[in-house]
């Protein structure tokens, strides 16, 4: 577990806000991002809020 949300260098699919998050809080990157792809099916800014992180996070050093 991180004390700082950032995405990783190595094992992200996309962008790595997924597993950013998993290492930040600890849980398995495959379940966040299993629960935001079916977040998608909701409506809401999901996709809004992936980009908005996407560009706000840092990548780890």
Same mark, same amino acid.
């Given at each position: 577990? %991180?004390?700082v949300l950032a995405r990783p260098r &190595?094992? !992200?699919?996309i962008a790595g806000v997924c597993a950013? $998050?998993?290492? #930040?809080?600890?849980?398995?990157?495959?379940? @966040? #991002?299993? @629960?935001? @792809?079916? %977040?998608?099916? /909701? +409506?809401? +800014?999901?996709?809004?809020?992936? $980009?908005? /992180?996407? $560009? /706000?996070?840092? !990548? &780890? #050093?």
């Amino acid at each position: 577990m %991180s004390d700082v949300l950032a995405r990783p260098r &190595e094992g !992200k699919m996309i962008a790595g806000v997924c597993a950013g $998050i998993a290492n #930040r809080f600890g849980w398995n990157a495959n379940t @966040v #991002r299993l @629960v935001f @792809v079916l %977040s998608c099916l /909701l +409506p809401g +800014p999901q996709f809004l809020a992936y $980009i908005a /992180l996407w $560009i /706000l996070m840092p !990548k &780890e #050093r």
